[in-house]
Nanobody, 121 residues
Framework: QAPLVQSGGGLVQPGGSLRLSCAGS????????MGWFRQAPGKEREFVAA????????HYADSVKGRFTISRNNAQNTVYLQMNSLKPEDAAVYYC??????????????WGQGTQVAVSS
């Protein structure tokens, strides 16, 4: 089984909300910082948000700050991305990822399978 399995996503109208989930298995989830990335058609993958192992420290891309919230439940080996006030430019394939040591721009070792988020009226 893949170490990170994503769920959630779908189609939402502008201004709507979605929550993405990413469940870890086969790795010591609480030892990893977790991140969310996205890739829109014709664009490079970009960082969205990250949360450190201690659950307290988070980091967001400026484009989603104040609208998206990353959280994690280490007891359930799951990381979430709550997306509010969605805009058409948020439409992309979203990926969760895990890394043992996080700093902005650092590489992530494990990746989820990706989930599509579409924002359209």
């Amino acid at each position: 089984q893949a170490p990170l399995v994503q769920s959630g996503g779908g189609l939402v109208q502008p201004g709507g909300s979605l929550r993405l989930s990413c469940a870890g298995s086969g790795l010591s989830f609480s030892d990893y910082a977790m991140g969310w990335f996205r890739q829109a058609p014709g664009k490079e993958r970009e960082f969205v948000a990250a949360i450190y192992r201690n659950v307290i420290w988070t980091h967001y891309a400026d484009s989603v700050k104040g609208r998206f919230t990353i959280s994690r439940n280490n007891a359930q080996n799951t990381v979430y991305l709550q997306m509010n006030s969605l805009k058409p430019e948020d439409a992309a394939v979203y990926y969760c990822a895990a890394t043992r040591t996080y700093s902005p721009g650092s590489a992530f070792a494990y990746w989820g399978q990706g989930t599509q988020v579409a924002v359209s009226s």
